[in-house]
């Protein structure tokens, strides 16, 4: 098992930025974010693999989130910038311990543990 605790998500305004961080308990190979709006399927956003020197985004998020990890602390890292308001929603940190396929590392079911979720709220 792996314990997941989130912070980070809150207010901002359009334009703005906000950092999300997700601490595992353990080390694990995959860890990704993703997020999901009332009334709207949830969407991958952004993965990162041990192994693996690619980081995937969705297309919707380029240019404007980066995510990072810090392997020492077992904890990944996603930096919101130019948040737009179609960008709210409850932001979850997931992860597996398997080395995941690439094409399927934005998609919810590639992840076995998930966290809580936090809110990001983005007003325009």
């Known amino acids: 098992q792996v314990q997941l605790a989130e912070s980070g998500g809150g207010s901002a305004q359009a334009g703005g930025s906000l950092r999300l961080s997700c601490a595992a308990s353990r080390h694990i190979t995959c860890m990704a974010w993703f997020r999901q709006a009332p009334g709207k399927q949830r969407e991958g956003v952004a993965s990162?693999?041990?192994?693996?020197?690619?980081?995937i985004y969705a297309d919707s998020v380029k240019g404007r989130f980066t995510s990072s990890r810090d392997n020492a602390r077992n904890t990944l890292y996603l930096d919101m910038s130019r948040l737009e308001p179609e960008d709210a929603a409850m932001y979850y940190c997931?992860?597996?311990?398997?080395?995941?396929?690439?094409?399927?590392?934005?998609?919810?079911?590639?992840?076995?543990?998930w966290g809580q979720g936090t809110q990001v709220t983005v007003s325009s």
């Open positions: 990162m693999c041990t192994g693996s020197d690619t980081t």
């Open positions: 997931a992860v597996d311990s398997f080395l995941i396929d690439r094409v399927s590392r934005l998609r919810a079911g590639a992840y076995s543990h």
